[in-house]
C-alpha cells in the first residue's frame, strides 16, 4: 500500500513539473498565495473587493508593488486549471507598481490567478517568478467605497514591504 502511494505522488510530481513546461514557465519559480496579502520575493500584494450595487458590479481589486532592482515587468492571467483556458487580466507591464480591477464573477470561469513577474527585459519568455492564487482568498475584506478601499491597500502594501503581519 504504501509503495502504491509513493508511486501515485511520483506520477503527480512528474506530471505537474510537466504542465508548468507546457505552459511555459519551466524556469519560473511558483508561490502559491494564499491569504489577502503577500509580502515576500520582492513582492507585495493585496487583494480587497469593492461592492458594486449588485454582484455583478462587484469588483476584486489586486494592488502590486514589486522591487524594481529584482523585477522589470509584470503581468496577470486568469486560468482555468479544468479546460487549460487563459485570460490575460492585465498585459505585460513595465514598471513596478500595478493595479488591476477584475469582475468577481469572473474567479468562477478563471478561479487561478497569476501574477506573473519578468527578472529581465520583455523578449524572456519565462518570468522569474509566479504567484499564483487559487480562487479571492476567504480573508479578502470587502469596503463600500473607494476611499476605504483605497486606503486599506496602501496600508497592506506598506506592511507587506516592512514586513509586517496584519
Not at 507591464?93 to 500595478?98: D, E, F, H, K, L
Not at 513577474?117 to 519568455?125: G, K, L, Q, V, Y
Not at 492564487?133 to 491597500?153: I, K, S
Amino acid at each position: 500500500m504504501i509503495i502504491r502511494v509513493a508511486e501515485t505522488v511520483a506520477c503527480l510530481c512528474w506530471c505537474w513539473s510537466g504542465a508548468g513546461a507546457a505552459n511555459g514557465q519551466a524556469n519560473a519559480r511558483e508561490v502559491h498565495g494564499s491569504g489577502e496579502a503577500y509580502g515576500g520575493s520582492g513582492v507585495s500584494i493585496a487583494w480587497a473587493v469593492l461592492r458594486g450595487a449588485s454582484e455583478s458590479s462587484t469588483l476584486v481589486v489586486l494592488r502590486v508593488a514589486a522591487d524594481p532592482t529584482a523585477y522589470t515587468s509584470m503581468d496577470l492571467v486568469g486560468r482555468n486549471p479544468f479546460t487549460q483556458s487563459q485570460r490575460q487580466i492585465l498585459p505585460r507591464t513595465v514598471g513596478n507598481r500595478i493595479e488591476a480591477r477584475i469582475a468577481r464573477a469572473d474567479f468562477a470561469n478563471f478561479p487561478r490567478t497569476e501574477l506573473r513577474f519578468w527578472a529581465s527585459s520583455p523578449a524572456t519568455d519565462a518570468p522569474a517568478l509566479v504567484v499564483y492564487y487559487l480562487g479571492v482568498p476567504d480573508t479578502t475584506p470587502e469596503f463600500a467605497n473607494e476611499a476605504a478601499l483605497d486606503a486599506y491597500l496602501a496600508d497592506r502594501i506598506e506592511r507587506t514591504r516592512a514586513g509586517k503581519s496584519p
